[in-house]
């Protein structure tokens, strides 16, 4: 823990600074978590509106005078469209900054130490829900279907048939055949569309232990960062591109660090060396809610059973459901009574603080010490 403090202190100073600069309930590090689902309905909102323009084929040889294909439909949805430059560049930079907001939640629950034991499940679930976020913008960019998406598309192919033993499967799979065709284009909008609807899913796992997850930010933070987007999409409007020409070996024009780094990497190292490293990077994020930097266990809260009376409020308050009301022995004269869930506790002295009846302790503690405690962060707050 005393490795992650100075991070911790850090961020801690920069809450200070800005609740002196605005006012606390408006405070985006309290909602860093929250920020990155309300940008995923920005995301929803303005992927219905280019869906509905949007045709995913490599050509169309009924319209001979006319092609009309992917690429085509993205330039009149920019062009014709009104506010389809607008709506797409929006759906852009919205992605970006939905991947900057999860990499600055890891970071701050990294730096106060709340990735460990009783929330290993967040964790986990919250490097899968990145990783899929990751791979929903890649395929947003094959989806336009010009030079880039077209090298793009060659280079994960090759990258995945390089996988001993089951390469060959993953890169027909994503190529929908043995070749790019318009079956190749159908598969990645329904991996586009498919997975962004399963981070619903995802997401429910991520707040499956929490009992009060913070799921909105105020309306004013959420219309400041929709004014941000906006921003963005004047100042840096997406510039024109050339469609795919696969009798051609296109070149990478413009590159987004934000959700292209991977294939930068690749191009830099090459296929085998590519996925070690990502693989590295896969375990050490995955290993991190384990006490891999000698952080001591947390000591489980305790109940005082003679003086529990089943009022349940100890077990409503905790923030990790790590509270449960059991049946009381037959010589109680009470219903029930709280037991905890040592695996899943973090000794963070919520309980201690919601029981009125003295009943529940934390090791080495007294029970003045927690209520102390607790008063100075209500008052610091």
Sequence with gaps: ???????????????????????????????????????????????LLLFAYYVPTIDNAYFSKN????????????????????????????GDAMVIFIVLHAIRVWATDRFRQYRW????????????????GQTGYYLIWDERSLLLTRMTVSALAAIPFCGEFLSHW????????????????????????????????????MTRPVITPPPALNYALLGMVFILVYLFPLTETKMANMA????????????????????????????IIMLLLLVGLCIIPGNIYGAKPVEAAEVVNNKCVGCRLCSLDCPYQAIEMVPAPADSRFKLLATVKAQRCSGCGVCVGACAF?????????????TAKIKELIEAS
């Design 248 to 275: 051609t070996q296109p070149t990478m024009s413009e590159v987004d660090v934000i959700f292209l780094w991977p294939y930068q990497l690749l191009a830099a190292v090459g296929e085998y060396p590519f996925w």
């Design 121 to 136: 499940v967040q964790w986990i679930s919250g490097v899968v829900l990145f990783l899929m976020v990751m791979f929903i």
């Design 67 to 94: 092609l009309v294909n992917a690429y085509t439909s993205v330039d009149y949805i920019t062009e014709q469209i009104p506010f389809g430059a607008v709506i797409r560049a929006a759906h852009r930079y919205a």
């Design 174 to 209: 994503f190529m929908n055949g043995r070749t790019i065709s318009n079956l190749t284009l159908s598969n990645f909008l329904f991996i586009h569309i498919g997975l962004s609807f399963s981070l619903m899913f995802a997401l429910w796992i991520h707040y499956v232990r």
């Design 1 to 47: 823990m005393e490795k992650t403090s100075m991070f911790n202190n850090i961020f801690l100073v920069m809450e200070d600074i800005t609740n002196k600069v605005m006012k606390s309930k408006y405070n985006p590090f309290y909602y860093h978590g929250a920020l990155p689902q309300f940008i995923m309905y920005i995301l929803f909102l303005s992927g």
């Design 358 to 370: 003295d009943a529940i302790d934390l090791p080495n503690l007294e029970d003045a010490q927690v």
